[in-house]
């Protein structure tokens, strides 16, 4: 796929979840690259269903309002796509690490050392560091 190849990215994650979607009261593009070996595109988007760019413009003063005290609540959520799949979420992958990691802890009586292979976004080892080992 060459960057800027905007008819094989209406068919991919990409396409469909952000530049099709009318949901997203924000989508900022926050990076776009081309490596030789796949294009990058990591997106802030806010789905309106959920949230509204009013409050996370709101949470970015400092008024005083609930908003303000409280940004983590209100961020944008950082979407990863390789080669127009997406791949990492910010908000929504602790369901998924925490069902791989948490039954093979508490499996073992005393855990001392973990493999992780793969674990790129740092998830998985965040879920393991939970347990005081």
């Excluded at 802890?105 to 001392?112: G, L, N, Q």
């Excluded at 740092?122 to 005081?132: I, N, S, Y």
């Amino acid at each position: 796929m060459e960057h800027g190849d905007t008819d094989a990215l209406s068919s991919s994650d990409l396409g469909e979840d952000v530049l099709g979607d009318n949901t997203y009261d924000l989508k900022e593009e926050v990076a776009s690259v081309q490596t030789p070996f796949q294009r990058i595109d990591i997106y802030n988007l806010i789905d309106s269903r959920k949230l509204t760019a009013a409050d996370y413009e709101r949470s970015l003063s400092n008024d005083g309002s609930y908003q303000s005290q409280h940004p983590e609540l209100f961020a944008p959520n950082k979407v990863v796509f390789l080669d127009g799949v997406k791949q990492s979420t910010l908000n929504g992958d602790a369901g998924y690490h925490e069902s791989l990691v948490h039954p093979g802890m508490f499996a073992h009586d005393h855990p001392k050392r973990v493999a992780i292979i793969g674990g790129g976004e740092g998830a998985t080892l965040r879920e393991v560091l939970k347990h005081d080992t």
